[in-house]
């Protein structure tokens, strides 16, 4: 054969050289086929922010999703982008409903959203999920992963889901959450839900940038109502009692009158409005549309009382506060002489040299003095 050799190592004797020889025949293709050209990793033109502005109002999704992700960025760079885009996008935002969604662990607050939000398209809706999800500790990356639990509804074309990273700060959730709300609403999502994690002090941000806020809670509301903490129920404008559906039904109808009885003692979360339980099932669709009407009828009686543009009013206050609040403490702790001291300061409140009030003073005073001399 052509493509056939012999080898033997040199050791071996001439006279016994064949008892020895090793045949190697070449593969066809190795003899024949040309290496393959090493594939050449392009990086992506950097898009102008009048691109990012004509892709959102035209509803192009990658560029929708694009223009999320530039809002997401930490870098000096793209935070000027990103505003300066904001800024073009404004008079197209602010029509549509926000609604807040938070549940308690196993109330199957993904299947609901699935459920409602293809009750929502199929009515003629275009729908915006941005999914709060905790950050990792160690990539800052969403972890939930809330696509391939809305499996049906990420397919569908009138829908947009999103889960956004906290980066493990309320503030995070507050102003890339809410930036991400405007690109939707700009790009033509007339119905916006943002699902929380339904951990403590997310309910309280996210109710500040929401319109309606709801629950989802389990059956057995006796045992619900003991560990259910007072400040969250006092957000909410709809406690749902999802999974009532085969034998589990008379038992959420029964915890739909307890949250009822407890619901009257309770300060309504929106002025006007009295927040009532209701039942559904989203595994077969049943209540979803009632819950639909639910909200219809709180937007058109918020709208004629004047509260529901008061709220979005003092909704927008909240974020510029918060917005300061979250610059002050990025400021404070970056500053080298603040980094520098900080580790020496906390040493001594701990060995008990130095009372916290006076380090806490000791701080300020260095922050104060080097922005002065700035």
């Keep these: 054969m052509s493509n056939e050799r012999t080898y033997r190592p040199e050791w071996v004797p001439e006279e016994r050289a064949d008892d020895f020889a090793t045949a190697y025949v070449k593969k066809q293709e190795e003899s024949t086929s040309s290496p393959q050209p090493t594939k050449r ?7 102008s922010v009048a691109e990012y502005v004509k892709g959102v109002l035209n509803n192009d999704r990658t560029i929708l999703a694009q223009a999320i992700t530039l809002v997401e960025s930490n870098a000096a760079k793209h935070m000027e982008m990103a505003q300066q885009m904001l800024n073009e996008l404004l008079p197209y935002v602010g029509k549509s409903i926000r609604i807040g969604i938070t549940g308690v662990p196993g109330a199957g607050k993904s299947t609901f959203i699935e459920a409602f939000g293809k009750f929502l398209c199929e009515n003629g809706h275009r729908v915006a999920v941005l999914a709060v999800d ?7 990356g969403s972890i939930l992963g809330d696509k391939t639990r809305m499996e049906n509804l990420s397919r569908d074309p009138r829908a947009f889901i999103r889960p956004s990273p906290s980066g493990g700060t309320l503030g995070g959730v507050h102003r890339k959450t809410r930036e991400t709300m405007l690109l939707c609403e700009a790009a033509g999502y007339d119905v916006i839900l943002i699902e929380t994690v339904g951990v403590g002090q997310s309910e309280f941000v996210v109710r500040s940038m929401v319109d309606f806020f709801m629950l989802l809670a389990l059956t057995g509301a006796g045992d619900e109502l003991q560990g259910m903490k007072k400040g969250i129920m006092e957000l909410t404008d709809a406690i749902i009692i999802n999974k009532a559906d085969g034998g589990n039904k008379p038992k959420a109808l029964a915890a739909k009158e307890e949250y009822n009885q407890f619901l009257h003692y309770l300060r309504p979360a929106t002025p006007g409005w009295e927040t009532k339980a209701y039942t559904c099932s989203a595994l ?3 209540g979803i549309p009632e819950i639909w009407q639910v909200i219809e009828k709180f937007v058109e009686t918020t709208k004629n009382s004047g509260v529901f543009e008061m709220r979005r009013r003092n909704q927008l206050k909240d974020w510029i506060y918060s917005m300061i609040k979250d610059y002050l403490e990025s400021s404070f702790f970056s500053h080298p002489q603040i980094k520098e001291k900080l580790p020496m300061i906390e040493n001594n409140v ?3 040299t130095l009372s916290v009030t006076k380090a806490v003073q000791q701080l300020l005073r260095i922050y104060e003095n080097k922005k002065e001399s700035e």
Excluded: F, H, M, Q
């Design 41 to 47: 990793w392009v990086k992506r033109k950097e898009r």
């Design 350 to 352: 701990i060995a008990g």
């Design 134 to 140: 905790p950050s990792s500790s160690i990539t800052g």
């Design 284 to 286: 077969l669709g049943e």
